[in-house]
């Protein structure tokens, strides 16, 4: 099985979860892993160049598994940068899981394996700061789907919808671990996911287990965000009671 960009934070979980499992894993991305994933092995591609995606997957022997994992955007407010620097957000957490998929397809279909898109709750609601990569991941949904429906009964395709997950980088987003757990503590969970929870997720879409599943999505975000209305209705009930 392979996994895009699964060489460091959720990736890596990814690609360590299928290990654990017993997969033959290969991770492809631009640069190695900082240290060897035990039961991983690593092939450089660029996955933003489709001649160079395309040799990549004619050269494995054989593929039951896509992860398109590779993707992530730096905080940008949209009139911070250009339209062509929001264009690469979207290339590559859009177009290169389209083409990848399109480069593994014939592995899949004779395998009737699976694909699985790593999407985000950025997707699903606005995502100020990051507002390219948000559209990219509402489209990768939404193209997962219909590559359900195109590519049935040979191949599966399902999204997992991931929400904030705590990585070697979460610094870059959230500060420093005071500001970290703060972004937990608004998680129903209590905490943000590790990779290893995102791992096990697409393990399991990846399964027997999942032999029906198509075209859905799974939300693996410790139950979502509160809602904002609660706290401001926490807080004028709390006045209330002053009177």
């Not at 492809?28 to 092939?43: E, I, K, N, Q, S």
């Not at 999505?217 to 009930?237: C, D, M, Q, Y």
Request: aromatic letters at 4%; a positive charge; glycine letters at 12%.
């Amino acid at each position: 099985m392979v996994v895009t960009g699964g060489t460091r934070g959720v990736g890596a979980g990814i690609a360590r979860a299928f290990a654990a499992a017993g997969a033959q894993v290969v991770a492809c991305a631009r640069r190695p892993p900082g240290t060897p994933l035990p039961g991983v092995a690593f092939t450089p591609c660029d996955l933003r160049d489709p001649p160079a995606v395309r040799a990549f997957f004619d050269a494995l022997p054989r593929l039951d598994v896509l992860v398109n994992n590779a993707g992530g955007a730096p905080y940008r407010l949209l009139a911070d940068a250009d339209a062509e620097r929001h264009a690469r957000v979207i290339e590559l957490n859009l177009l290169t899981p389209l083409t990848a998929s399109l480069a593994a397809r014939a592995h899949l279909a004779r395998t009737r394996g699976c694909v699985v898109m790593v999407g985000s709750v950025s997707g699903t609601r606005p995502s100020p700061g990051t507002a390219a990569y948000g559209a990219a991941k509402a489209g990768l949904e939404n193209l997962a789907r219909s590559m359900a429906v195109e590519w049935a009964p040979d191949i599966r395709v399902n999204t997992l919808v991931v929400g904030p997950v705590r990585t070697e980088l979460s610094h870059l987003h959230y500060g420093d671990e005071e500001g970290i757990a703060a972004v937990g503590r608004t998680i129903p969970l209590g905490r943000m996911a590790a990779p290893a929870d995102v791992g096990a997720a697409a393990v399991f879409l990846a399964s027997d287990a999942a032999a029906y599943i198509s075209g859905a999505s799974l939300l693996v975000h410790g139950g979502g965000e509160r809602p904002a209305f609660l706290a401001a209705a926490t807080v004028n009930k709390e006045k209330g009671k002053g009177r």
